[in-house]
């Protein structure tokens, strides 16, 4: 059962419509919304689409083109970033394989909890918003960080472990971000202790 409480209903409305479009039947919901779903930590806001197949932008935008009013933000070869009536939504060509099978629930394609746990890792060596941290800490309730290192590196092979263990206690950044609406309740200072702990256990 997913937690649609998640997301705001229009949101939810708009990714089922997405899901019943056959053209993008190879798209699969990742990232904090897909998460959220799945274990409903916080309120989450934008759809972020995966596939491993090339992405065709001209017919994704005839094929959406019903769905609201649609802005490009941003294309590439690899990226589509759209607002659909002002919903964020990505589109991309991902480059991993994935390490499960997409997981259906209610008619909607979402990445495993172990593709989510592996690209987390790879966001906080990217960017390390504060979503990302506390996704890793709710994370952290049923996986532990060694099994999250493994899901790593099966997907990113060429990942560093000085460079992902020194993003995941490197909270500056994130420290001036505002928290997301939280829907189970937990404190920014309760985040990074728990993840600075799982750090140096999985280093000692």
Do not use: C
Not at 44 to 50: A, N, Q, T
Not at 96 to 120: Q, T
Not at 176 to 185: Q, V
């Amino acid at each position: 059962m997913l937690h649609y409480t998640t997301i705001h209903p229009e949101t939810l409305q708009l990714l089922k419509r997405l899901q019943e479009i056959d053209y993008l039947s190879n798209f699969r919901l990742v990232g904090g919304t897909a998460l959220a779903l799945q274990i409903g930590h916080r309120l989450s806001v934008d759809l972020d689409l995966f596939a491993f197949s090339e992405l065709e932008v001209a017919p994704i935008l005839d094929q959406i083109d019903s769905l609201g009013k649609i802005k490009i933000i941003n294309h590439s070869p690899k990226v589509l970033n759209i607002l659909i009536d002002d919903i964020k939504v990505d589109f991309v060509t991902y480059q991993y394989d994935f390490l499960r099978p997409v997981e259906v629930v209610d008619n909607i394609r979402l990445a495993s909890i172990e593709d989510i746990a592996a690209m987390k890792l790879s966001a906080i060596t990217s960017r390390g918003a504060k979503k990302d941290f506390i996704d890793l800490f709710f994370l952290l309730k049923t996986l532990s960080l060694a099994q999250m290192f493994e899901y790593y590196y099966s997907k990113f092979p060429d990942g560093s472990d000085f460079l992902v263990a020194k993003s995941l206690t490197y909270f500056n950044d994130a420290d001036i971000e505002p928290m997301p609406k939280m829907l189970k309740p937990v404190t920014w200072n309760d985040v990074k202790n728990r993840i600075i702990q799982e750090v140096d256990g999985y280093f000692s």
